[in-house]
């Protein structure tokens, strides 16, 4: 199925993640040593920032972890959305222990002004997690493109679209991470440069703000795909196109196909058979036809069902 989500191999994701979880946790240790040394807004929020990361990467390995789960009586249709879920407290976590910390401090910052001093170790310290923030961001950014050209997608349009929130969540968060760490530069040499804290400030702000961007947009992707996220026209093709190449199928009328977890379809179809057979023989074939449906590593459970005589071809999205 070429247009469609093809299932990464189990590594890749979770090599990611931990190659995130690792970055993040070194970067938030000297950024809150630097911001202790210094007394800058901006590292403050910058420490806030890379902590609630590290703890974000948590929630994500679990997320990876429990929705790779194989379905089981009480969850017929797998374990998948649980990436979602375990993905949307990471994004929450982002918001509230990043974005609403950064954009406190900054404000009272703005209120009760500190100085700042020692800026040398702010600007090596930042330097140090560009490099390993960088690390961590070309990795995501390799498996999004790999997977981006499989689909012949866009990366970012990938990154949006994606069934995959671990691997959104990384990426987006990496993406402002770097971001944040320019804007951060840019408030601690003006502060330097003025010998006003409010530019450090309102590095802090502008850095809160972006998270709190981030985090909503990865809720909202989050929220579409616990509800019931259906797919691209591109992969219902490719999952129409796949049921009508069956040797036993004369005719597909009706295709439902929606997300049950990253890389996971459910797929519901309306079918005309080959030929005319007695009716145990036709429910065997559309049994026999579900289980070949699902061999397929994306699909994780098929229903087929026999169209009406005056019902019209599947038209396509």
């Given amino acids: 199925m ?10 890749s994701t979770l090599l990611t993640v ?46 990876e972890r429990r929705s790779r789960r194989p379905r089981d009586y009480s969850h017929p249709m797998g374990y998948g959305r649980e990436a979602y879920v375990w993905s949307m407290f990471a994004a929450f976590g982002l918001f509230t222990a990043g974005a609403v910390v950064s954009i406190m401090h900054g404000i009272q910052q703005i209120i009760t002004p500190e100085p700042a001093s020692d800026f040398l170790v702010a600007y090596v310290v930042l330097a140090v997690a560009f ?7 070309v990795q995501a950014f390799r498996q999004t493109r790999k997977m981006a050209q499989q689909l012949e997608r866009n990366t970012l349009k990938q990154v949006l679209i994606s069934s995959d929130p671990t691997l959104r969540a990384v990426f987006a968060e ?60 591109d992969i219902e093709r490719s ?29 519901v179809a309306a079918v005309d058979l080959q030929g005319d057979h007695p009716e145990h023989q036709v429910a065997v074939a559309l049994r026999r036809i579900e289980r070949e449906l699902e061999d397929h590593e994306t699909v994780e459970e098929a229903v087929l069902t026999l169209a009406t005589p005056d019902e019209t071809a599947w038209s396509g999205a």
Avoid: C
């Fill in 131 to 137: 490099v390993l923030e960088g690390v961590s961001f």
């Fill in 174 to 233: 990496d993406a402002a991470a770097l971001i944040g760490l320019v804007v951060a530069f840019a408030g601690v040499f003006l502060h330097q440069i003025t010998g006003s804290a409010v530019p450090d400030a309102v590095g802090s702000i502008v850095v809160g703000v972006l998270l709190a961007v981030v985090a909503v947009v990865l809720i909202d992707r989050n929220r579409r795909f616990l509800v019931g996220q259906g797919v691209t026209p």
């Fill in 239 to 267: 999952i129409a196109r796949r049921v009508l190449e069956h040797r036993d199928i004369a005719r597909l009328t009706y295709l439902h196909v929606e997300f049950v977890g990253p890389r996971k379809l459910y797929v």
């Fill in 18 to 63: 931990a190659i995130a979880f690792a970055a993040n946790a070194l970067v938030a240790a000297a950024k809150s040593l630097a911001a202790i040394i210094t007394g800058s807004a901006s590292m403050t929020a910058e420490a806030a920032h890379s902590w609630a990361d590290t703890g974000n990467q948590v929630f994500l390995f679990v997320a």
């Fill in 2 to 11: 070429a247009a469609s989500e093809k299932r990464d191999k189990p590594g």
